[in-house]
């Protein structure tokens, strides 16, 4: 079953903090995180996996609920760079691939 | 190192026609994926195997099918195409069944 992202959309100005929310209805084994550029291909971001870790590089970090079955990105002080979609892919322990959310739309504005 | 590589990056096949798109990766992943990515739907699975000779149905398999016969290698094939199959197509692999998904460039198909 697809996993929920939200917002669909957020518009933000550079410097900005932003936070995406995932949230499937299955227990997960983990969830991944891809960001892709317009007319690119998805480039992997992190993966955290059951136990409730956070992980973070740079200015991204991310959390996992195990027990909420939610996982939300959060970008701080965001950058040009930033901008694109981001998507969320839930796997439930087998080696069927992920599951992706719809995405979400970022524009970081100067 | 080359990745994962798609071929064509284009094409528009006229509606009945069949075609492969082709996928060959370098890493030595025993696990590739295809997808397919509409707009506003995200990526839906189409098919995906574990290692040569051996392939499974995804969400969306209806209308295409897979073979693998190597490890590199991993085409997808579409007989009479439809142009609900017009569409971007990823190809991707993982050297585990849980880890970091390496996609292709992706293949735009046009089905008129």
């Known amino acids: 079953q697809q996993p929920v992202q939200s917002p669909q959309a957020v518009i933000l100005r550079e410097g900005e903090d932003a936070v995406i929310n995932c949230s499937s209805s299955?227990?997960?084994?983990?969830v991944h995180w891809y960001r892709q550029k317009h007319g690119e291909a998805p480039v992997f971001l992190m993966i955290?996996?059951?136990?409730?870790e956070q992980k973070g590089h740079d200015k991204i970090s991310a959390s996992f609920n195990e027990k909420k079955q939610q996982s939300s990105l959060y970008l701080t002080a965001s950058q040009l760079s930033y901008s694109g979609t981001y998507f969320c892919g839930t796997e439930r322990g087998g080696a069927d691939g992920l599951t992706f959310g719809k995405g979400t739309h970022l524009i970081i504005q100067p | 190192n080359a990745g994962v590589t798609q071929t064509p990056k284009f094409r528009i096949l006229k509606i009945g026609q069949s075609m492969t798109l082709q996928c060959t990766q370098d890493?030595?992943?025993?696990?590739m994926y295809w997808y397919r990515q509409d707009p506003g739907m995200g990526l839906k699975l189409i098919y995906y195997?574990?290692?040569?000779?051996?392939?499974d149905k995804g969400e969306v398999p209806n209308g295409y099918n897979v073979s693998r016969s190597t490890t590199e290698d991993f085409p997808l094939r579409l007989e009479l195409a439809a142009p609900s199959q017009t569409s971007v197509y990823f190809c991707?692999?993982?050297?585990?069944?849980?880890?970091?998904?390496?996609f292709g460039e992706g293949s735009r198909l046009t089905v008129l």
């Open positions: 991707a692999s993982s050297p585990q069944g849980y880890g970091e998904l390496f």
């Open positions: 195997s574990v290692g040569a000779g051996i392939t």
């Open positions: 890493m030595n992943h025993n696990y």
């Open positions: 955290l996996l059951k136990g409730g």
């Open positions: 299955k227990a997960l084994y983990s």
